[in-house]
């Protein structure tokens, strides 16, 4: 094992040469550009047995990538926030086919307006699609889910495509020490390509991805895929165990953070996870009892494990790096449909909105936030959602309207209406 | 590539649920003739898309489902994998497959255009069949592009369609593939010759099928070989291929019969011919017709 220092997204890379994909049809968009170029070189370069296509956009992409999963070949793709979205028709495709493959996607914003930034918007919209997701907040675990995800997508019990997601820019183009493991341990620890008989050979006819007639039969088959996706916990958790065994690397489906005796608890997913956990690290040597909760399973989604941590708290916050207009964050609501019922009554969830666009949280911000989630459960009630936006950052935008405007500075917006 | 012959393996099931008289299912077949079973179809939205419903097909081989606009990119997917595997020794030869797109022309022309430029651009070996119905038929015959001018269709009811045909051989073959051919079932001979050259060949091939529709277009189911063997006779539909570079007509119609005889017969052009005749839009109609033969016979 050598260890060495990596980009998010070159430990994407190291993840599947590891795997020792087979097939790598490609799209650049930003910031994922670099797994695929370095992929292109190892394998020009001869030290990667693969094969790279680049196709002329991510929805023919996918749809190569599908269907060389089940033409029988081990498949890395690889795409970020439009293309994923470009795309979407087939995350939905890949998944009806079963198609056994894996998906890097480095989070950015949605256009419009266009930004090259991160949050998670892209990722949480190809969460209904049958993709099982697992979600990175360090360069180590980006390597090292793709592992997981090969053997949880190609897992008999499983058989989905599997999606995992870093941060644009933070984690993408942020050097970490990474392990690299041995190949001869990987090997061993994720078996040549086995398509389950689901293959296209001369010789064996076959027929996939057909029509149906009739809701019966289309119900049927996306139980299917519901059922799986829900039976990927428990294999998930025997490929995590195997992994440690074989690693060193513990990776529960949830990472619970400073939560043995905590009352309040912070929720996210992805890399900004490590910037709370410095602030955790402040409250904490202050006397605070504060934690904090990151699924790295966001499908399936892994609910019980989220009662278990977090049934028995007073307070958790969720931090959502996405917005639904209209609605607020997604895991705001999906943590508390999680949450309801429970017979203790559960937590008060309290709901903020922020990190937009790569927009940073300050330390302060997480201070903040457990502040009013400290001040939420002393009253008992829930405050309305909270976008995370400063006086401050409103300035600079008025700032930035004048000077589109024409005006001189300091008038915003409003005045100039006529 | 499979270059199998007629063989037990080679013909498509009876009882599909399309339309009596259906002429991209007759060219569909005479392909499959030649094909056979060692072919995987890649499928793109369309009424070809109802052969195989679970869990049902008519052919003998292989078929994938992929959605409207990316056959080609499957296809692309499909052969690579293969090629991935007989390289690496993981497969014989002899499982080996002959991958096809078949789609019709609202994919062919319009949606899927893009995934098929590109598969063009990377030579990609596959033979596509594109089903040539001048509509989006599946949805209820809307037009598309390509649709032929003055054509009714759901979406163009009143006056007809107001575009023109657009000339996806040229297109094809501005991409310089292996070989582009235009047929039609109604002209058998002609057909069965292109699809031995197509199957014959590798890298990029097409074969563009007018498919009379006799749902879509509103003619008797009776008569689909009829309309067709007059669509070649009136000159609308020219017969010819691309092969080497060059673009070389198979079949030249000198002694031309008049348009109006291969529109009559159908419904979708029956306000050219009632309560009058509309002799301007037939005029121009018939002199489209003719400009084309006058620069190919010039
Ligand atoms: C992305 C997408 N948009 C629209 C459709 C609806 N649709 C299904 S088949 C079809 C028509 C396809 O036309 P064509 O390729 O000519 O095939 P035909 O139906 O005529 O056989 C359309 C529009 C679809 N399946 N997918
Ligand atoms: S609508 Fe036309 S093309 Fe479609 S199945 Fe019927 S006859 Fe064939
Ligand atoms: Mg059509």
């Keep these: 094992m050598t260890r060495i220092l990596l980009t998010g997204n070159a430990a994407a890379a190291w993840g599947a040469r590891l795997a020792a994909v087979d097939y790598v049809p490609a799209f650049p968009i930003t910031p994922q550009t670099e797994i695929i170029e370095t992929l292109a070189e190892w394998i020009d370069g001869g030290v990667l047995d693969s094969r790279l296509v680049t196709l002329e956009s991510e929805h023919s992409m996918l749809t190569a990538a599908g269907a060389a999963a089940v033409t029988g070949v081990r498949v890395f793709s690889a795409t970020s926030s439009q293309g994923l979205l470009y795309g979407m028709e087939m995350l939905y495709n890949l998944a009806g086919w079963r198609a056994p493959l894996v998906l890097v996607n480095v989070s950015r914003g949605l256009s419009a307006p266009i930004t090259l930034e991160p949050d998670h918007n892209d990722v949480l919209a190809a969460r ?87 809701g019966g039969l289309y119900s049927y088959f996306r139980y299917q895929v519901h059922l799986a996706a829900e039976q990927a916990a428990a294999v998930y958790a025997e490929v995590a165990a195997d992994f440690e065994r074989r690693f060193g690397r513990s990776y529960p489906a949830v990472e619970a953070y400073r939560c043995k005796d905590a009352e309040l608890v912070l929720v996210m997913i992805g890399s900004f996870a490590t910037k709370a956990k410095a602030a955790i690290d402040g409250l904490c040597a ?20 989220l009662r278990r941590l977090l049934g028995h708290r007073k307070g958790v916050a969720v931090i959502d790096q996405n917005l639904s ?65 400063t006086e401050e950052e409103l300035q600079q935008v008025r700032r930035l309207q004048d000077i589109a405007h024409g005006r001189s500075e300091g008038k915003g917006e409003g005045e100039e209406t006529s | 590539m499979s270059e199998s012959g007629p063989s037990s393996h080679s013909h ?34 369309g009424c070809m898309t109802l052969l195989s419903i679970y869990p049902f097909t008519p052919f003998a081989g292989s078929w994938l489902y992929t959605a409207m606009a990316c056959a080609a990119a499957g296809a692309q997917g499909v052969r690579d994998a293969l090629d991935i595997q007989l390289a690496k020794g993981r497969i014989s030869s002899a499982e080996d497959l002959a991958t096809v797109v078949l789609t019709g022309d609202g994919s062919a022309y319009g949606m899927g255009l893009s995934a098929t ?13 594109c089903y040539d119905n001048e509509g989006y038929g599946n949805t209820g015959h809307q037009y598309s592009s390509a649709t032929p001018r003055a054509a009714h269709t759901a979406t163009s009811r009143v006056s007809g369609y107001a575009g023109s045909k657009k000339d996806l051989f040229a297109i094809w073959a501005a991409h310089r593939p292996s070989y582009v051919a235009t047929a039609i079932a109604a002209e058998p001979q002609d057909l069965a010759r292109k699809v031995k050259k197509a199957a014959a060949l590798r890298g990029p091939r097409l074969l563009l099928v007018l498919a009379p529709c006799p749902t879509g277009w509103g003619f008797d189911p009776a008569l689909t070989v009829k309309v067709g063997q007059l669509a070649v006779e009136t000159g609308i539909w020219p017969l010819k291929e691309y092969v080497d570079g060059r673009a070389v007509h198979t079949k030249i119609p000198r002694q031309r019969t008049p348009l109006a005889e291969y529109l009559r017969l159908q419904g979708r052009f029956a306000h050219l011919f009632s309560p009058q005749p509309d002799e301007q839009r037939l005029a121009e109609l018939q002199q489209a017709v003719e400009d084309y033969w006058q620069q190919v016979t010039e």
Excluded: W
């Design chain 1, 286 to 305: 202050a006397g605070q009892r504060v934690g904090l909760v990151r699924p790295r399973l966001l499908r399936p989604f892994p609910a019980a494990e």
């Design chain 1, 325 to 389: 207009p209209g609605r607020g964050g997604i895991l705001h609501t999906e943590l508390t449909a999680a949450l309801y019922g429970l017979p203790q009554g559960g937590p008060l969830l309290v709901s903020f909105v922020g990190g937009l666009g790569g927009r940073d949280i300050a330390e302060e911000e997480f201070v903040q936030m457990v502040e009013v989630l400290r001040q939420a459960v002393q009253e008992g009630i829930a405050p309305p959602p909270r976008l995370l936006f």
């Design chain 2, 117 to 129: 430029s590109a598969a063009l651009d990377r030579g990609l070996d596959f033979l596509y069949l």
């Design chain 2, 12 to 45: 498509l099931a009876p009882g599909t649920p399309l339309c009596a008289g259906c002429g991209g299912l007759q060219a569909l077949q005479q392909l499959y003739r030649v094909l056979g079973d060692k072919t995987v179809v890649v499928n793109a939205a």
């Design chain 1, 128 to 214: 209904d699609s049958g993709f099982l997701q697992l979600h990175c907040a360090t360069c180590q675990e980006v390597l090292d889910n793709v592992l997981l995800a090969y053997r949880l997508a190609e897992d008999a019990r499983v058989r989905l495509p599997v999606l995992v997601n870093l941060d644009g820019f933070y984690l993408s183009f942020t050097r970490e020490p990474v392990a690299i493991p041995e190949p001869a341990a990987v090997a061993d620890f994720l078996p040549p390509f086995s398509d389950c008989g689901l293959h296209f050979r001369g010789g064996q006819p076959s027929s996939q991805a057909v029509a149906v007639l009739g």
